[in-house]
């Protein structure tokens, strides 16, 4: 051992979870001694934004925050950011979706699984007489076997659930392309109480989902009316990255960067964990905010049965090609925030995002910025493709379905390789078990975007739980 100080909390990882949970500590714990060591050469995991001279302001990962779920606002509130942040822009609104080749309106008010606005529903192109009226049957269909007001039934995919409310055309058509924007995952496996319980909420309270969420839209358009804080999603001026350069300013020198824990051992009272560089580091409690797999080696030694539950939740991969254009060799209105792309359309685009057109200043005046995600569930191997054919590929996608001919002005090719936790069919039962195993340790706890959400108010949260749960320990 070296003469390290004996921190009162390490925190192995400095994505927006493991920079939260810190943030946490010092709050309930001014004086603690806490330390967040992050492999990586910058604070934030995959939240980064780039912004260059010429004024492009560029999210190199996620780019937006659903307030719905306010962790991440409250801690952007209480970092001083609630000036900093914007709206999308109200000009555009909606989607597109790929549909044989071209590209389609998705229908008002469909949300992600469901249709709100069955009228719409009905007169979208994207169905085929057959399937418009399977999609209004969920209004007339009962509730499913096993479900009722205070009942939900054990766990099925997110395929099952669309497929039998409202029928296969709605799942290939709209649902498969919207979740799997969110999820990058086969809704085959997804978990419907894992992902999207809500969903299945709807069909307990009101039978039909269609009905309830016409209420729920009803419910949510009266709160808008009187004066909600936020839009349903949020950024930052200076992009998504504002977030942790915020957190990790508050901590300071508290975050060692660089710095990539190899071994967690149990020490005298408490843990050692060992960096990679060698050093050695005791700490009271440690916050494991890495994701699942890295997690499951950490903690391989202390309980081999919890690292096996963690090793057994899976992970996507995604690329995105982010290109830049003069507004006027881009022939598309642009009068939406993108588009998304059914896999049964066999493309090699799952989504793009306008960026410049759902957020303010994301582009200098006359210029225009679009992302485009390419692999998904179907398509594996494609993160993994070289620069040029990647970027080849967004390129061919963007004339084929927009008919950009120009050269960009501007590339960025980012890769997210084992990025995306997987949510399957079974997650919630697996992060019990991973919780029931993990607080018998005392003094150590599992954040992260692996467990009960994988989105960054998700993150937040995780991390903040953490804290909560370790200074609790004693
Ligand atoms: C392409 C993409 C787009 C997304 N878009 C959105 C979006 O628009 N909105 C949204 O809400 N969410 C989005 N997400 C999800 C969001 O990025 C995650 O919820 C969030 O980043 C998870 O944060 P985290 O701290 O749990 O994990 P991570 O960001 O993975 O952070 C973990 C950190 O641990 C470090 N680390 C790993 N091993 C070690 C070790 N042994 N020692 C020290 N450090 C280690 C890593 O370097 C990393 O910095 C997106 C994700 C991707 C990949």
Redo the contacts with the bound molecule.
């Keep these: 051992m070296t003469g390290a100080p004996h921190l009162d909390v390490a925190v192995?990882?400095?994505?927006?979870?493991?920079l939260a949970a810190a943030h946490r500590v010092l709050e309930l714990a001014p004086s603690a001694e806490v330390r967040v060591?992050?492999?990586?050469p910058r604070?934030?995991?995959?939240?980064q934004t780039e912004r260059t001279d010429e004024g492009y302001v560029i999210d190199r990962?996620?780019?937006?925050?659903?307030t719905e779920k306010p962790a991440a606002m409250r801690l952007a509130e209480r970092l001083g950011l609630a000036a900093e942040v914007v709206a999308t822009e109200p000009g555009a609104h909606g989607a597109y979706i790929v549909h044989d080749g071209r590209l389609e309106r998705v229908p008002e008010g469909f949300s992600v699984l469901a249709p709100s606005d069955p009228i719409a529903l009905a007169r979208s192109p994207l169905l085929t007489v057959r399937g418009r009226l399977r999609a209004a049957a969920d209004l007339v269909l009962p509730r499913g076997r096993g479900v009722s007001k205070g009942h939900l039934p054990p766990d099925q995919s997110l395929a099952a659930f669309v497929r039998r409310r409202f029928g296969g055309e709605v799942l290939d058509r709209l649902a498969q392309p919207l979740a799997g924007g969110i999820y990058g995952a086969d809704p085959e496996r997804l978990s419907l109480a894992a992902t999207m319980p809500r969903f299945l909420a709807l069909e307990a309270t009101h039978r039909s989902v269609t009905i309830g969420l016409m209420r729920r839209v009803r419910a949510a358009r009266a709160r808008a009316a009187s004066g909600a804080r936020y839009h349903l999603f949020a950024s930052f001026r200076r992009g998504?990255g504002a977030l942790p350069e915020a957190v990790a300013a508050a901590l300071g020198e508290r975050v060692r960067l660089g710095?990539?824990?190899?071994t967690l051992a149990e020490g005298r009272s408490g843990y050692r964990l060992g960096l990679a560089s060698g050093e050695t580091i005791a700490a009271r409690r440690v916050i494991v905010?890495?994701?699942a797999p890295?997690a499951a080696a950490?903690v391989e030694r202390l309980d081999a049965t919890l690292a096996g539950h963690l090793r057994a939740i899976r992970y996507g991969s995604?690329a995105?090609v982010t290109l830049a254009y003069a507004r006027e060799a881009v022939p598309h209105p642009l009068d939406a925030y993108g588009f998304v792309v059914p896999a049964i359309e066999g493309r090699l685009v799952l989504a793009s995002t306008w960026s410049s057109v759902k957020w303010p200043g994301r582009a200098p005046a006359g210029k225009v910025l679009l992302r485009v995600?390419l692999g998904g569930a179907t398509r594996p191997e494609v993160p993994r493709l070289g620069d040029a054919q990647l970027l080849a590929a967004a390129r061919r996608e963007l004339r084929a379905l927009m008919g950009v001919e120009a050269p960009p002005g501007l590339v960025r090719v980012d890769r997210?390789l084992d990025?995306?936790p997987h949510y399957h069919v079974g997650h919630l039962d697996r992060v019990e078990a991973i919780e029931d195993r993990a607080s018998a340790m005392a003094g150590l706890s599992l954040?992260?975007?692996?467990y009960r959400g994988?989105?960054?108010?998700?993150?937040v949260a995780?991390?903040e739980r953490a804290a909560d749960e370790v200074l609790r320990d004693g």
């Design positions: 192995i990882g400095g994505g927006v979870a493991g060591f992050e492999a990586g604070p934030g995991g995959w939240l990962g996620p780019d937006s925050i659903l998504i710095a990539s824990v190899a905010a890495v994701p890295r950490l995604a995105v995600f997210f990025a995306m954040a992260g975007n692996a994988v989105g960054i108010p998700d993150a995780s991390g």
